[in-house]
């Protein structure tokens, strides 16, 4: 397969156009009539960077799931952070909500459709986390799944799947996914970017690439919505299908014929990035959020930015918001992770200095040390518990924080989730909107920390290298 990068405008311009409007009401027509509550399982915080108005629920609890059932929108989220777990803790986790999803479908009488909400760059527990959810689903309701849908696109982020090979664009140009940084990640690393092989790599041979369905682009844009249901309707024993796009009108024209081939018994579980959740979830567009919308001007405490996202773009991103002015940068020596003392004086020692910084009116920016710390040993367990230990100590300089900050930023993933849920001590949070394109804004629950606290989750692999420092500049007074 030729993998290889190609101009961005050469690739994404080849396509025919779409009749936007006829899209647009055929798939209201196919959501309308779509009876199923869709609960979103997200393996990290970022997930709900195209949506708005809607809930994430930080456990998994029964009577959260049913809540989320109960609630009026027609989609909810569940934050399981489960790309932090081991393989072990991701299987346990997962059969558990599985188990719950069903028992609060019982008890309110609504059908469902589940989304695994996964990293657009294909990082992640798969298939793992898909095929424990299809096998409880099957074995408390006897309902056969009858396949899984791949769907790894995201406009705000880059994230292109054209041909069957899913790219990561820096700058002009598409980087295939199997060739970025994010492929040779510790504990998730893949080599293929072609989905089909993809998938054959990930299941170790278990779905070949060619069982797999493929939907292309020219039948997109065709609006072949009856040989895309036709497709759907011949699926059976969990293959998957990869669906190529590059525009969120190529999500819809799909997900209505998906809602057709469901309406006629036809059982998915779906593996995306969140393009498809904001499509399938009926969300509108919003603007970006301005901060007359965000800050508490009667609040004079400064805020608090913690980036620990080790990614290229993320360390980029960092050097440009320290040219800005009134930001105290402070540096947490993460290598000290193996010295019980010496970095317990180390949190101690960042919390009170952010502390500080905070009641002066200013805002601090706590990072980790740039250089990552990392055992190489080759056991990628092993690595993951490290990584767990330093973000349960990055977690501590907000679940310590004896000032209230004006705003928190946190920057990565499993950053930012930790933070949520145990530094802010989250149970439900509604989602304001985006501050920019894929940052999108919590805003905290009555139960947490700091109620009513606007919380931007920035995941490391999104943006510009001058995207965090747009995102404190909205948040900074003039």
Do not use: C
Not at 162 to 183: I, Q, R, S
Not at 382 to 403: N, Q
């Amino acid at each position: 397969m030729n993998e290889q990068p190609v101009g961005s405008n050469e690739l994404l311009s080849s396509y025919a156009a779409y009749n936007k409007e006829a899209v647009d009401l055929e798939l209201q027509n196919a959501l309308r009539d779509s009876r199923h509550k869709i609960v979103v399982l997200d393996d990290d915080p970022t997930g709900v960077q195209t949506v708005h108005g809607v809930y994430v629920y930080t456990d998994w609890s029964k009577d959260s799931i049913k809540r989320g059932f109960e609630d009026e929108n027609s989609i909810f989220f569940i934050l399981t952070n489960s790309r932090g777990f081991t393989e072990e803790e991701t299987i346990r986790v997962h059969q558990e909500i599985a188990a719950n999803i069903v028992a609060a479908a019982r008890e309110t009488g609504r059908k469902f459709i589940v989304i695994s909400r996964g990293d657009s760059t294909l990082r992640g527990h798969y298939p793992v986390e898909t095929e424990v959810l299809r096998n409880k689903i099957e074995e408390l309701t006897g309902e056969k799944i009858h396949g899984e849908v791949i769907i790894p696109f995201f406009l705000e982020g880059g994230r292109y799947t054209v041909n069957n090979v899913h790219y990561v664009k820096e700058n002009d140009v598409l980087v295939p996914a199997g060739k970025t940084e994010f492929a040779m990640d510790k504990t998730f690393a893949y080599s293929s970017s072609h989905l089909g092989e993809w998938i054959e790599e990930k299941s170790k041979g278990a779905y070949p690439k060619d069982d797999v369905t493929y939907i292309g682009l020219d039948e997109l844009r065709d609006m072949d919505y009856e040989g895309i249901y036709k497709k759907l309707m011949r699926v059976e024993g969990f293959n998957k299908i990869v669906v190529n796009s590059i525009d969120y009108y190529d999500v819809k024209v799909f997900v209505t014929a998906l809602m057709k081939a469901i309406s006629e018994g036809k059982n998915f579980i779906f593996r995306s990035a969140a393009s498809l959740t904001k499509v399938i979830g009926g969300i509108s567009d919003k603007p970006l959020l301005t901060r007359e919308e965000l800050v508490n001007t009667a609040n004079k405490n400064g805020g608090i930015i913690i980036v620990g996202s080790h990614v290229k773009k993320t360390t980029s991103q960092l050097e440009n918001l320290k040219q800005l002015d009134g930001v105290k940068f402070i540096e947490f020596n993460q290598h000290l992770v193996q010295d019980d003392e010496a970095f317990e004086a180390e949190i101690r020692r960042v919390i009170k200095e952010a502390e500080d910084t905070i009641s002066s009116g200013r805002t601090a920016a706590v990072y980790t040390k740039r250089e990552r710390f990392d055992l190489n040993t080759g056991n990628k367990e092993d690595e993951l518990r490290l990584a767990v230990k330093i973000s349960d100590a990055v977690t501590r300089i907000i679940s310590d924080l004896s000032v209230r900050p004006n705003f928190i930023i946190a920057k990565g993933g499993i950053t930012s989730s930790d933070i949520g849920t145990k530094g802010l001590r989250v149970k439900r949070a509604l989602v304001l909107g985006q501050i920019l394109h894929g940052v999108p804004v919590w805003l905290t629950g009555e139960e947490s920390k700091f109620p009513g606290m606007p919380y931007v989750i920035f995941p490391g692999n999104v943006g510009s290298p001058t995207s965090l420092l747009e995102a404190v500049k909205i948040m900074l007074p003039d």
